[in-house]
């Protein structure tokens, strides 16, 4: 096992852990420390992380215009639907235009005003126009701008195609890594007083999803397994425009440039499912019709393929995204990547025909329990020493039940900026000693004996686990298909122990990496389950048929790993 | 699947160290099938082994480049459709080191896109000052609100240029790397000039040299447009090339 020592680990390499290397190497310049090494590590080339895939926006409020910073924190809020914490959304609230302008000094290609500032666009669950884009390929060019300032710091030291497989805790306090360098073929543990997990959701579980193949729940399935808990995993987003079959999303912007929303008969269908009145075509209104919150639209999608409106497709009923009255400019201009995915993959073009649309597993807002600058805390809420999460995979409380779309890649660029320079703050914590690399020997040992071994196919697990997800863990759920649901995760999680690793290779062993990520979701499944049974009620994404109400006390929900690998959940009250 | 009709798929596969090799499957597709969905079937179903980079499926990413029947293109934005009757070849893409069957070395390429400095560089005001300052990019005194003024005009100015995805088709399809492998490259010298003509940077002076007092800088091009014809998101990187090429002589 190669050993190496950095200041700060951080593990995943969009937004998030992009921002927070570039914090912590400001915090460590400020300090005057020229030797700190920032350590990136990451299974993709940093520039391939699913932050590429946003596509509408950023939000953060314009100073000196109708918009507040109250009004952005109320909308949160009520998207959120009480399990949003005042202070988390105040303090991504408050530093998003600030974010979003030092992206613009980084050179960020923001669209623009005629008179050359920045542009914002309407976005759903938001009352005034607040959401800074770039075109429709918003996440693509932050993720970009950020990848290549970062080649300018020779501070960050990158470990591109690296495996992270588990943390190394000692002592309660988180101080490395434990990983697989994928190109040399060798473990690799890499030790630092702090760690910012920065490594994206789990909606890739689910098998219709917006998400990459690599959005798998890495970073929470090692929380997990260090005994920490994880949040609300239950809330899970579901995007209501997406293409049949392969999930690609269509964003939220297409409705926020005037795009419509027809059913079979070319009705606006979601005045009839409380989200009217109807607006004029083309005149779009906050939180109105399409403008409304997404998990609405994906409910009033579900009632309307339940009574027959919508039309019937080999991927399940579909409804149209109508844009042909925006015209061949706007859609050229503002939704470029859109108008090309739909000629692409659904074989339509929309300045002349409807896009066909369902909804997809989108967006994980449960995840690592964190402060609202991202220190972990664990089941007792204390801080976790030494150990950070920011973006997708953290719980900050900004999100609560349901998030609203662009308030995550702002996220991304607060939260990981403020849990970069915690780690990288002098008393973040020290080097452990060689005694503390026995775990880690053995934890490498036990990832590398899964291969060769094994006699269950990992592809029919994960089409499986996809299956469920979608069946009965989706927009609308009840008792008993979350029992069907829990029921089989568990006969996959026990055929998973005896999961198929044929390749032995060293280097680039991808049949073994997924194996892990295989688990991975599956870990996160299971405690989605778990919670979504536990609560008796509809909030946010989560809607329970048989339980409509929602609690006049909110709760989130907590799920621990035993050491038996059972999921265990208990509730616990937001602080007042 | 006996009724499923199938497509050859032929892909070169090569371990660390050994000679490639090809390998043919019989893989089931339908009207949508990518090529990325026939290497997915293939190791699900057939070679777990096989080796090859993927991930968002909607061509954004710039992960599965291939050579497909001997022209680079994305995997998951290409159908197989158009290629029932004579099946498919699938090979690791040229001018880069195979590390395993269809992964090919990415750190070559990315230095090469670091040498250009694809950030965002202030004037050269202070000769002296390291390059690599951060502090010389924001003054520390910033107003955090702060932006550049920049028109819808000046935006589109590079924005065409700035939609590469680093997917590396470009360096696969360019005939001048068969002979000068250190050729900066299409990808990376159309990022520098994605730089150069945004009105907020201040770079030219640093980047210029870098690209034409270099043997491996611009000279190399010869202008045959391969790489704008492989690009997958409409990048000219051949005019960025011939544009330096002329500012250099003076034109």
């Known amino acids: 096992m190669r050993i190496e020592h950095a200041d700060v680990v951080v593990v995943g390499g969009g937004a998030a852990g992009l921002s927070a290397a570039l914090a912590a190497v400001e915090t460590f310049a400020a300090a005057g420390r020229d030797d700190a090494v920032v350590a990136l590590v990451s299974k993709v080339y940093p520039m391939r992380s699913h932050t590429v895939a946003a596509e509408g926006g950023a939000a953060g409020v314009v100073p000196g215009g109708?918009?507040?910073?109250?009004?952005?924190?109320?909308?949160?809020?009520?998207?959120?639907?009480?399990?949003?914490?005042?202070?988390?959304?105040?303090?991504?609230?408050?530093?998003?235009?600030?974010?979003?302008?030092?992206?613009?000094?980084?050179?960020?290609?923001?669209?623009?005003?005629?008179?050359?500032?920045?542009?914002?666009?309407?976005?759903?669950?938001m009352t005034h126009p607040r959401t800074w884009f770039a075109a429709d390929k918003t996440g693509f060019h932050l993720l970009h701008t950020l990848f290549q300032t970062s080649l300018r710091e020779p501070a960050i030291r990158r470990y591109d195609e690296h495996v992270?497989?588990?943390?190394?805790?000692?002592?309660?306090?988180?101080?490395?890594?434990?990983?697989?360098?994928?190109?040399?073929?060798?473990?690799?543990?890499?030790?630092?007083?702090?760690?910012?997990?920065?490594?994206?959701?789990?909606?890739?579980?689910?098998?219709?999803?917006?998400?990459?193949?690599?959005?798998?729940?890495?970073?929470?399935?090692?929380?997990?397994?260090?005994?920490?808990?994880?949040?609300?995993?239950?809330?899970?987003?579901?995007?209501?425009?997406c293409l049949p079959g392969s999930g690609i999303l269509i964003t939220e912007a297409a409705r926020g440039e005037g795009g419509v929303l027809l059913d079979a008969a070319g009705e606006r269908y979601l005045a009839d499912y409380g989200l009217g009145p109807v607006t004029p075509v083309g005149a779009p209104e906050p939180r109105r019709m399409e403008l409304g919150p997404r998990d609405q639209l994906s409910q009033a999608f579900w009632h309307a393929d339940r009574a027959g409106r919508t039309i019937p497709t080999r991927d399940g009923g579909v409804v149209h995204l109508d844009l042909?009255?925006?015209?061949?400019?706007?859609?050229?201009?503002?939704?470029?990547?859109?108008?090309?995915?739909?000629?692409?993959?659904?074989?339509?073009?929309?300045?002349?025909?409807?896009?066909?649309?369902?909804?997809?597993?989108?967006?994980?807002?449960?995840?690592?329990?964190?402060?609202?600058?991202?220190?972990?805390l664990d089941a007792r809420g204390a801080e976790v020493p030494g150990l950070f999460a920011a973006g997708e995979c953290a719980s900050t409380g900004l999100h609560g039940a349901n998030r609203l779309g662009s308030n995550s890649l702002v996220e991304t660029l607060v939260t990981g900026r403020a849990a970069g320079e915690l780690a990288a703050a002098p008393s973040a914590g020290a080097f452990p000693d060689r005694a503390a690399l026995d775990p880690a020997r053995a934890a490498a040992d036990r990832w590398l004996a899964m291969r060769g071994r094994g006699t269950?196919?990992?592809?029919?697990?994960?089409?499986?686990?996809?299956?469920?997800?979608?069946?009965?863990?989706?927009?609308?759920?009840?008792?008993?298909g979350l029992a069907r649901a829990q029921a089989t995760l568990d006969e996959l999680n026990a055929r998973y122990q005896e999961v198929r690793v044929a390749d032995t290779a060293a280097v680039l062993n991808t049949d073994w990496a997924q194996a892990i990520e295989l688990g991975a979701m599956l870990d996160l499944a299971r405690g989605a389950v778990a919670a979504a049974i536990g609560r008796t009620e509809s909030r946010g994404a989560h809607q329970r048929l048989d339980h409509p109400q929602t609690d006049d006390v909110a709760r989130h929900s907590l799920a621990a790993r035993g050491d038996d690998g059972a999921i265990t959940i208990t509730w616990q009250e937001p602080e007042p | 699947m006996s009724d499923e009709p199938t497509l050859r798929v032929t892909v070169t596969r090569q371990e660390p160290g050994e000679a490639p090799r090809d390998e043919t499957f019989d893989v089931p597709y339908d009207d949508r099938?990518?090529?990325?969905?026939?290497?997915?079937?293939?190791?699900?179903?057939?070679?777990?082994?096989?080796?090859?980079?993927?991930?968002?499926?909607?061509?954004?990413?710039?992960?599965?480049?291939?050579?497909?029947?001997?022209?680079?293109?994305?995997?998951?934005?290409?159908?197989?459709?158009?290629?029932?009757?004579?099946?498919?070849?699938?090979?690791?893409?040229?001018?880069?080191?195979?590390?395993?069957?269809?992964?090919?070395?990415?750190?070559?390429?990315?230095?090469?896109?670091?040498?250009?400095n694809p950030w965002l560089l202030p004037a050269p005001a202070a000769p002296a000052a390291p390059e690599d300052d951060p502090a010389a990019t924001v003054p520390a005194t910033v107003d955090v609100l702060r932006v550049h003024a920049q028109t819808p005009?000046?935006?589109?100015?590079?924005?065409?240029?700035?939609?590469?995805?680093?997917?590396?088709?470009?360096?696969?399809?360019?005939?001048?790397?068969?002979?000068?492998?250190?050729?900066?490259?299409?990808?990376?010298?159309?990022?520098?000039?994605?730089?150069d003509l945004d009105s907020r940077d201040e770079g030219n002076e640093t980047r210029f040299p870098l690209l034409v007092e270099n043997e491996e800088g611009v000279w190399p091009c010869i202008q045959v447009g391969a790489c704008t014809r492989a690009c997958p998101k409409g990048v000219d990187p051949a005019r960025a090339i011939a544009d330096y090429q002329r500012e250099a002589m003076g034109g």
């Open chain 1, 456 to 480: 269950e196919p990992p592809a029919a697990i994960r089409r499986e686990l996809g299956a469920v997800l979608d069946a009965e863990v989706g927009i609308f759920r009840d008792a008993t």
């Open chain 2, 33 to 116: 099938t990518t090529v990325l969905d026939t290497l997915d079937w293939i190791k699900d179903h057939a070679a777990p082994a096989l080796t090859y980079r993927s991930s968002c499926r909607m061509g954004v990413c710039g992960s599965c480049g291939v050579m497909v029947n001997g022209r680079p293109v994305l995997g998951c934005e290409t159908s197989v459709a158009g290629y029932r009757t004579s099946g498919i070849t699938v090979a690791p893409m040229t001018h880069a080191t195979v590390q395993r069957d269809l992964a090919v070395d990415t750190d070559e390429f990315l230095a090469k896109l670091r040498g250009v």
């Open chain 1, 164 to 241: 992270v497989l588990d943390l190394l805790v000692v002592d309660g306090a988180c101080r490395g890594v434990v990983g697989y360098d994928q190109h040399h073929g060798e473990t690799v543990t890499v030790l630092a007083p702090a760690v910012v997990l920065a490594t994206g959701g789990y909606a890739r579980a689910w098998g219709t999803s917006t998400n990459a193949s690599i959005v798998t729940g890495d970073g929470l399935s090692m929380v997990l397994r260090a005994g920490l808990p994880l949040r609300d995993l239950e809330m899970v987003q579901v995007h209501p425009t």
């Open chain 1, 324 to 376: 042909r009255h925006l015209g061949k400019a706007a859609i050229d201009e503002r939704l470029p990547l859109v108008a090309g995915l739909a000629r692409r993959y659904a074989g339509v073009d929309p300045v002349t025909t409807p896009i066909p649309v369902r909804p997809a597993a989108h967006y994980t807002m449960g995840g690592i329990v964190t402060t609202p600058q991202g220190r972990v």
């Open chain 2, 153 to 195: 005009g000046q935006v589109k100015a590079y924005q065409g240029l700035s939609q590469c995805i680093d997917c590396m088709l470009c360096y696969a399809a360019c005939p001048v790397l068969d002979d000068v492998a250190g050729f900066t490259g299409p990808a990376a010298i159309a990022t520098a000039r994605r730089w």
């Open chain 1, 66 to 125: 109708a918009d507040s910073a109250e009004a952005h924190v109320a909308d949160t809020l009520r998207g959120g639907a009480g399990l949003s914490h005042d202070d988390a959304v105040r303090f991504v609230v408050d530093r998003a235009p600030a974010e979003l302008a030092r992206l613009e000094r980084l050179g960020m290609p923001w669209s623009r005003t005629d008179d050359g500032r920045p542009a914002v666009r309407r976005f759903g669950g």
